[in-house]
């Protein structure tokens, strides 16, 4: 019989709706239960391509003996991470400090005033490597609850008051200046594997938030140095087996320090956020490699990741069916020799393995391999390969699909929106405009209520009950800033002005400027989480901070300015002690220290001129440009008021720091103004 869980909006959820645990969604009435039977709370935290999460659940959670025993001794919370990363930052704040470390699944022990005692991760069915079984882990805690309730409620109650003595030490309230950026880039400096491209050892995760600080500290300052580490890092990505070499996109992160092997699930944020970079990687450089990846993973984006209302799901599971009814991780992506024969031939499979660094003895397990492009020389026959690819990517089409997660996430979709609509304008393909369009649209129609407030999460056009946080209004709001600026569209504008407010009155500390990750008026946690280190996506409180500067400067906003100042404070505290922790707000520093720019294109829409001074626009790589593009003297964006054609001719102005240029119609002098 399916417990509480099938009704939820999570996929996630959904997973663990037939278990025979009597789970609870979290709610206040899991908490009145724990009160009124006396019973602790389990609370486990997940999300739907977790491969551990699912190991589990199979070996804990499927089996009825560990079902009955926690249905007697516990109420049990199963929480999406995703869709409540609130709850997850708060408990795995607690994790992090009572053990040194954290993950998922998370797993911990709670008061009926949700407040921790006991915590752990993922616990085996059998004591293994000095780990104790789950069952000895409930027995434990089962037994301390019984019999030592006040040594708990001690120990629940310093933990609470040692999180709350952990208030982020705001830093400098200046803004980070020259000093402090080149301080950041030795710290990367310092970090950099220069054998195999990136940050630090295994596993290695994408930098794509560094790579953007680099991108932009080098078309700010001329650093080479800083640009080498972007593109060697970017290309190292790129061949190696965490990108996938048939279809596009990148695996969630490598095993590995050489980028070998992946952790196969592949995120909607990852590939947004990557895809954004090879983007601006190739608006640097020209570099063709950088365009194949830009287009491939915002393909891939677009292919297998867009559901029937225009968003984009979270993510593809690590694991499917090997073909013999086990689930696998990375089952749908690895090759052998022999099955590369079977789909292509002994001569062309004998190409294959070259050209992808397929090997008899293997680079994953059971003598199978990851494709990856090892060879960075040789002449390969250009025709050949893309056939062989073509055939193989249709042969693993045959395959058992990796399961998906639908759900979508506000902040992720805006971190898509923002990406497509750039990849669509630097390569002339309107296709992936419309898709972000798409995407935005659904964010408005169901996402948004009437007073501009975002719900986190939706799934099948159902919108979810958790509401937005700050990544959420911050990384929409980006979307929909860049939305502005590729289309000319004023209401992307607007939209991002109602979001950007709630940040102003919702999240920000009206004495500090310093930002939360939930709204003043949001549920209460046992603390209030606030964060402004990077992780997997940009901090809320460095989007927020970008977001708001964009927004500034399109429209003269002096709040929002000042907003986006106060919150760069943290980046001249962090960012030469944790450079691979603040990149994104590194990357928006940069911006603030060149202006940022803005610039107004006039002239009609379909004049040939008009697009490519716009074009020119799009592509200058000055740090955090905003674009404006419309009719002369336009309503349509402020940054067009009072802007007309000069000899009847479409026309460009470039303004930063309050002094413009001289207007041109010249596209070589808009390029150059761009450039200084």
């Known amino acids: 019989m399916p417990n509480r869980l099938a009704h939820e909006t999570s996929p996630y959820l959904l997973q663990h709706a037939d278990n025979p645990v009597d789970w609870w969604p979290w709610s206040a009435e899991a908490f009145e239960e724990s009160r009124r039977s006396g019973k602790p709370v389990l609370l486990s935290v997940g999300y739907s391509s977790c491969h551990w999460c699912h190991v589990m659940a199979h070996e804990s959670f499927e089996d009825q003996q560990t079902a009955d025993y926690l249905n007697a001794h516990f109420v049990s919370v199963k929480v999406d991470r995703e869709e409540r990363p609130d709850v997850d930052a708060v408990y795995m704040e607690a994790v992090q400090a009572a053990t040194g470390q954290g993950g998922w699944p998370m797993t911990v022990f709670l008061t009926p005033d949700a407040e921790p005692f006991y915590f752990g991760t993922y616990f085996p069915p059998a004591p293994r490597q000095g780990s104790p079984s789950f069952r000895q882990v409930l027995e434990g805690v089962h037994s301390a609850w019984t019999d030592r309730r006040d040594e708990v409620a001690e120990v629940a109650e310093k933990i609470v008051r040692d999180l709350a003595g952990r208030e982020i ?16 880039l030795l710290g990367l400096t310092r970090d950099y594997d220069a054998s195999h491209g990136g940050f630090g050892g295994a596993p290695k995760f994408p930098p794509s938030m560094a ?11 001329g650093s080479e140095g800083a640009l080498q580490m972007a593109a060697d890092t970017c290309e190292r990505m790129a061949r190696g087996g965490i990108y996938d070499q048939l279809g596009g996109g990148f695996a969630r992160y490598s095993v590995d320090r050489q980028w070998v092997v992946p952790h196969f699930e592949k995120m909607l944020y990852d590939n947004a956020l990557l895809c954004r970079v090879y983007a601006h990687l190739w608006r640097s450089t020209g570099s063709d490699l950088a365009r194949r990846v830009a287009l491939e993973t915002a393909d891939f984006m677009v292919r297998e990741l867009r559901t029937n209302e225009g968003g984009f799901a979270s993510a593809l599971d690590a694991d499917s069916d090997d073909g013999s009814g086990r689930h696998v991780e990375g089952a749908y992506y690895v090759w052998t020799p022999a099955q590369l024969r079977e789909v292509l031939g002994e001569q062309d499979a004998e190409l294959a393995a070259d050209y992808f660094g397929v090997t008899e003895e293997g680079t994953f397990e059971e003598g199978a391999s990851v494709l990856q492009l090892p060879q960075s020389e040789g002449v390969f026959d250009a025709e050949r390969i893309a056939s062989i690819r073509a055939r193989l990517l249709e042969a693993r089409g045959e395959r058992p699909a990796a399961g998906r997660d639908d759900k979508v996430v506000a902040a992720w979709n805006g971190l898509a929106v923002a990406a497509l609509a750039e990849t669509g304008a630097y390569f002339d393909r309107p296709d992936l405009i419309e898709a972000a369009l798409g995407a935005a649209d659904l964010l408005v129609r169901l996402h948004l209520d009437e007073h501009a407030r975002l719900a986190r999460t939706s799934k099948d056009g159902r919108v979810g009950a958790n509401a937005g946080v700050l990544e959420d209004y911050a990384d929409v709001s980006e979307g929909f800033l860049a939305l502005a600026s590729v289309t000319g569209e004023g209401v992307w504008l607007e939209f991002a002005g109602f979001l950007l407010d709630h940040v102003l009155v919702q999240f ?13 008026d949001a549920e209460k946690l046992i603390r209030r989480p606030q964060d402004p280190t990077d992780n997997a996506t940009p901090s809320g409180w460095s989007a927020a901070a970008g977001a708001l500067l964009s927004y500034a400067a399109q ?16 980046v001249k505290a962090l960012g ?22 803005e610039v107004a294109v006039v002239g009609p829409a379909d004049d040939p001129a008009t697009k490519e001074l716009h074009r020119a626009a799009l592509l200058a790589t000055a740090p955090g440009a905003v674009v404006a593009m419309g009719a002369p003297d336009s309503d349509e964006l402020p940054l067009l008021a009072e802007r007309l054609l000069v000899s009847g001719e479409p026309t460009a102005y470039v303004c930063r720091n309050f002094t413009c240029d001289a207007p041109t119609t010249d596209v070589d002098r808009l390029r150059e103004a761009l450039k200084r």
């Open 576 to 597: 030469p002690r944790a450079p691979r922790f603040i990149g994104w707000g590194l990357a928006t520093a940069e911006a603030l220290l060149d202006g940022p720019r």
């Open 508 to 520: 920000t500390d009206e004495e500090s400027g310093t930002l939360y990750d939930t709204a003043a």
């Open 169 to 184: 030490a705001f830093g400098d309230t200046q803004v980070p200046g020259e000093e402090d950026l080149a301080g950041a």
């Open 555 to 570: 429209t003269g906003a002096e709040p929002h300015r000042a907003a986006a100042e106060r919150a760069l404070g943290v």
């Open 211 to 221: 790579i953007e600080f680099l991108l932009r500290h080098h078309a700010r300052t």
